[in-house]
């Protein structure tokens, strides 16, 4: 039989991966409103941000009243902590998707840019690692969320990628640069996301090993993190 | 008016409580849901238990003790010369801090009331007597050995047993004035839970001198200081964002 605090803490549980399971579909509608070029989900997708905010504040206050009334200890502390943690990057990769869902409805009323098509590749990387990272959480799975670590990497190679391709358009198209910059954007918000899931992924390490690996790179290179 | 958002079982209006010339409760308004824990916290001389105690007149028996105002229990006014006080303390179980079980075996123990009350049919009374232990969650422990005297039960176990002879006369309402402060950790955290299974079907209304405990077992505390009934809301509410001061002084432990 579960404890009664037990209960509280699979009831929050439910909460984050509910936020989750909003936030994912939320990034994936963004990303069709844009391939797509359809206003009506991309102002859905807007709309629906305000679901997000509530439910991170729920969760918020739901953390609170837990660590207030049954001050748990080892690995229910840890979950309610790596939750609060969690809650906050949902939240704004729920945003981010908002951006994007803005930039989209913008771009959709403008002529068809080619580079676009471009973005399908980053966009189902990201999506992929936001995917797992949720996965880890609900399976408390350490190797599916180190995947999730080693894919950020190759999302931030893309983005710089797509980078160099914004800029050599512009160099060709300088009418259309406010369009280019929307495009940006998009690349940024989503290199963003990819950012948060990776978060998301060092809370489960966190959450199951209590070993906190943020900052940890191997080969760390004070002068390559400048060139940044 | 502190209120809830369920359905009031307990109202209480406008109440001065005095023992002699001493005023012990001052002007205290509240409604306490149905189906719920609500917690009574403060320290020690803050009116508490004389609160828990006027909801089944057990301070009748004080001499020199006057009540003014009302408590209303489903709508019947308990202090009116028409309450039968014998029929209103069966609908509500009191526990108290020391487990103060008959002198009897197990059985007799909670057999006891449903007796006085009528009950003679024997298959009828282990009935009665099995669905308590089970609901207690102490049936398991002792289901072998029910002729067996309860003073050689331990102290968590007593105390427990003392919770199935309250459930055995099918109250509605049940008092706790500070049910595990006289145990270990793990039988008040298995008194805990039995709190929260309880709670389904019966008005749980507990003293507790011990913060966290308030915390981790009520839905709804009172936090009471002085006589005076400073706070009374949402226990995740009042533990995460008292309104007031004083409240917030006593549960970060820095009364003075």
Redesign the interface.
Known sequence: MLHYWQREIENLKKLILSLGAIVEEQIQRAMLSLERRDTALADEVIIRDREVDSLEILIEEECLKILALYQPVAKELRFVVAVLKMNNDLERMGDLASNIAKRARYLSRKEKIELLSDFIEISGKVQSMVKKSLDALVNTDVMLAKEVLAADDEVDRLTKQMLKRTVNAIEKNPDRTKEFFSIRSISKNLERIADSATNIAEDVVYLCSGEIIRHQSEDFNPEEQHER | MAETENKSKVHVDKMDFYYGAVQALFNINMDIAEKKVTAFIGPSGCGKSTFLRTLNRMNDIIDGTRLEGKVMIDNSDIYSPMTDVVGLRKKIGMIFQKSNPFPKSIYDNIAYGPRIHGVKDKNKLMEIVESCLIKSALWDEVKDRLDTSAMGLSGGQQQRLCIARALAINPEIVLMDEPASALDPKST?KI??LI?ELKKDYTIIIVTHNM?QA???SDYTAFFYEGHLIEFGA??QI??KPNQKQTEDYITGRFG
């Open positions: 955290l805990e839970d929260n966290q915390g981790r077992v226990t995740g533990f995460t």
